[in-house]
């Protein structure tokens, strides 16, 4: 199983990025998959994930952010509109077969791509 995450990159204030996760080695369609960050000194929390045609969002980017899978692709993107500085992150794509959510925090994701650095700064 691998996660290939890319698209990230320096945007303005109120910019957009598009990140994607490349699957391989598995059928996406039967897996929850999701995007989580991590911001220097904070903890890595989970930012949106989609399993089933069920969908999650952290508050934080809650109408800022969509999550989509083209199975056809074995692939996930994560759109993000009206980026604030406090979005600046590293992003991680995982995945895990039988994940799931309890409060705000995620479980049981088996496997992890390498980061994608989103900087957002005027």
């Known amino acids: 199983v691998q996660l290939q995450a890319s698209g990230g990159g320096l945007v303005q204030p109120g910019g957009s990025l598009r990140l994607s996760c490349a699957a391989s080695?598995?059928?996406?369609?039967?897996?929850?998959i999701g995007w989580f960050r991590q911001a220097p000194g904070k903890e890595r929390e989970g930012v949106s994930c989609?399993?089933?045609?069920?969908?999650y969002y952290a508050d934080s980017v809650k109408g800022r952010f969509t999550i989509s899978r083209d199975n056809a692709k074995n692939t996930v993107y994560l759109q993000m509109n009206s980026l604030k500085p406090e979005d600046t992150a590293v992003y991680y794509c995982?995945?895990?077969?039988?994940?799931?959510?309890?409060?705000?925090?995620?479980?049981?994701?088996?496997?992890w791509g390498k980061g994608t650095q989103v900087t957002v700064s005027s």
């Open positions: 995982a995945t895990g077969k039988n994940a799931y959510r309890y409060g705000s925090r995620w479980y049981g994701m088996d496997y």
């Open positions: 080695g598995f059928t996406l369609d039967y897996y929850v």
């Open positions: 989609i399993s089933n045609g069920n969908t």
